[in-house]
Nanobody
Framework: QVQLVESGGGLVQAGGSLRLSCATSTYSFSISIMGWYRQAPGKQRELVATISSLGSSTNYADSVKGRFTISRDNAKNTVYLQMNSLKPEDTAVYYC????????????WGKGTQVTVSS
């Protein structure tokens, strides 16, 4: 069973920074697209950032461009989300996502970690 475990969430003031981590133990990590999603109260879950299997390509939501950076360490089976210049609207539960290389398999999700940004 694939397990994704997020960590690094917490309470931070506007303008501050947090780094989220997502660790897993699966052979498919290094060949899988990884992503971070978030869901704020009363809103749909939205894609925050994705990173290709080797880390050569990244994609960000417009709302976080220039502030967030996604990265991965395939040797550690870990993906990171560095969040700088945090805003209250970044408050959400952040979820780690793993997309297997086979399109016939469903994505895997972590349980989420709460990020709260106060003004």
């Amino acid at each position: 069973q694939v397990q994704l475990v997020e960590s690094g969430g917490g309470l931070v003031q506007a303008g501050g920074s947090l780094r989220l981590s997502c660790a897993t133990s699966t052979y498919s990590f290094s060949i899988s697209i990884m992503g971070w999603y978030r869901q704020a109260p009363g809103k749909q879950r939205e894609l925050v950032a994705t990173i290709s299997s080797l880390g050569s390509s990244t994609n960000y939501a417009d709302s976080v461009k220039g502030r967030f950076t996604i990265s991965r360490d395939n040797a550690k089976n870990t993906v990171y989300l560095q969040m700088n210049s945090l805003k209250p609207e970044d408050t959400a539960v952040y979820y780690c996502n793993l997309r297997p290389p086979s399109s016939s398999r469903s994505d895997y999700w972590g349980k989420g970690t709460q990020v709260t940004v106060s003004s």
